[in-house]
């Protein structure tokens, strides 16, 4: 996700089998279940511009080996580089959450478009020049009560066109798959927005409201949590006792992981290289077990924040630019 996205945070102070001891997210009264989250009442912001509706994070292709084949129940800030890691992971069940009505509107539009679209190149081909008579038909056949879709999908679509482009570079530079180069991996991402299991819900990480209710959810669907990305959110916030007790409400296993990146604090958290090919500024990447991040919330240590725990806890690659986080606090 952009930096662009977190600083309104700032101001707000945001492929692997099913357990065989779970419900399947297949069935239906779990759906239903899963898209009872109600998104949450937020006033508008200046952020909210159509900037945040893309990401400038390079080098997600650094989180391959750390989110494989985890599974789960996926819950990620911001919008379509969540479905390029859920892909990756073989995430059972999407929220698309964020704090700006821009961006969950432009993340269902990323969805009735994967619906339309049998393979990676229609998905793309929806929002390009060429493509637009299309989707604006579709829009209209999905949502004629919104005719402000119509005018975000025309605002929004030069930037996501732009980092279409990127993404096919980098995958190409850097040599991986993602969901916009394989069908295999399209495919999963797909049959997910079929099944509507795909869910764009808005909400404020610092609230007390939706990601604490996606965590009562999860438990009452006896789900565990696979994936819980925050971008570089946390760089504008020490952790709120509403955050604490959502992350604790998270049901989790030993395979549940906390993605984030950070931008700051270069000398000790190098930036990736080819992280700031989109912006002039990069980010390194971070993984963190779920299990572990709750040790360090539940901690009496006042403004405890990532960038502490990171300095604390970590085990930084610095030629790549990944910490692993894994020690206990003290």
Same mark, same amino acid.
């Given at each position: 996700?952009?930096?662009?996205?977190?600083?309104?945070?700032?101001?707000?102070?945001?492929?692997?089998?099913?357990? =065989?001891?779970?419900?399947?997210?297949?069935?239906?009264?779990?759906?239903?279940?899963?898209?009872?989250?109600?998104?949450?009442?937020?006033?508008?912001?200046?952020?909210?511009?159509?900037?945040?509706?893309?990401?400038?994070?390079?080098?997600?292709?650094?989180?391959?080996? #750390? !989110?494989? +084949?985890? %599974? @789960?129940?996926?819950?990620?800030? @911001?919008?379509?580089?969540?479905?390029?890691?859920?892909?990756?992971?073989?995430?059972?069940?999407?929220?698309?959450?964020?704090?700006?009505?821009?961006? !969950?509107?432009?993340?269902?539009?990323?969805?009735? &478009?994967?619906?339309?679209?049998?393979?990676?190149? @229609? *998905?793309? &081909?929806?929002?390009?020049?060429?493509?637009?008579?299309?989707?604006?038909?579709?829009?209209?056949?999905?949502?004629?009560?919104?005719?402000?879709?119509?005018?975000?999908?025309?605002?929004?679509?030069?930037?996501?066109?732009?980092? #279409?482009?990127?993404?096919?570079?980098?995958?190409?530079?850097?040599?991986?798959?993602? *969901?916009?180069?394989?069908?295999?991996?399209?495919? #999963?991402?797909? =049959?997910?927005?079929?099944?509507?299991?795909?869910?764009?819900?808005?909400?404020?990480?610092?609230?007390?409201?939706?990601?604490?209710?996606? +965590?009562?959810?999860?438990?009452?669907?006896?789900?565990?949590?696979?994936?819980?990305?925050?971008?570089?959110?946390?760089?504008? *916030?020490?952790?709120?006792?509403? &955050?604490?007790?959502?992350?604790?409400?998270?049901?989790?296993?030993?395979?549940?992981?906390?993605?984030?990146?950070?931008?700051?604090?270069?000398?000790? *958290?190098?930036?990736?290289?080819?992280?700031?090919?989109?912006?002039?500024? %990069?980010?390194?990447?971070?993984?963190?077990?779920?299990?572990?991040?709750?040790?360090?919330?539940?901690?009496?240590? =006042?403004?405890?924040?990532?960038?502490?725990?990171?300095?604390?806890?970590?085990?930084?690659?610095?030629?790549?630019?990944?910490?692993?986080?894994?020690?206990?606090?003290?």
């Amino acid at each position: 996700m952009a930096t662009l996205y977190l600083l309104p945070f700032i101001f707000l102070i945001f492929n692997c089998s099913t357990p =065989k001891e779970v419900i399947s997210v297949s069935d239906s009264p779990s759906i239903s279940l899963l898209r009872s989250v109600k998104s949450e009442n937020l006033q508008p912001t200046r952020w909210d511009t159509g900037d945040t509706t893309v990401s400038n994070e390079d080098r997600l292709d650094l989180l391959i080996p #750390h !989110v494989t +084949g985890i %599974g @789960g129940v996926y819950v990620g800030v @911001g919008s379509e580089q969540n479905l390029t890691i859920a892909a990756w992971a073989g995430s059972e069940f999407i929220y698309l959450m964020d704090f700006t009505k821009i961006v !969950v509107n432009s993340n269902y539009i990323s969805i009735e &478009f994967l619906k339309e679209s049998e393979n990676p190149e @229609g *998905f793309i &081909f929806l929002w390009s020049i060429r493509g637009r008579e299309k989707a604006h038909q579709l829009l209209k056949e999905k949502k004629p009560a919104s005719p402000e879709l119509l005018k975000l999908y025309d605002k929004i679509s030069p930037l996501i066109r732009k980092r #279409h482009a990127t993404n096919l570079m980098l995958a190409k530079k850097y040599n991986y798959s993602m *969901f916009m180069t394989d069908q295999k991996l399209y495919s #999963h991402v797909r =049959k997910l927005a079929l099944e509507d299991k795909i869910y764009p819900v808005q909400g404020n990480l610092l609230g007390n409201e939706t990601l604490n209710e996606i +965590g009562n959810t999860l438990q009452k669907s006896s789900l565990k949590l696979g994936i819980f990305y925050m971008s570089n959110a946390e760089e504008y *916030f020490s952790y709120n006792d509403n &955050f604490k007790t959502s992350v604790n409400n998270l049901p989790s296993n030993t395979k549940s992981i906390v993605l984030r990146t950070i931008s700051v604090r270069k000398d000790r *958290f190098p930036w990736s290289p080819g992280s700031e090919y989109s912006t002039p500024i %990069g980010f390194h990447y971070a993984v963190q077990k779920l299990e572990n991040f709750k040790k360090w919330l539940n901690t009496p240590r =006042k403004n405890l924040n990532s960038l502490a725990i990171l300095l604390e806890a970590g085990d930084t690659d610095k030629i790549n630019g990944v910490t692993v986080i894994s020690k206990d606090p003290n």
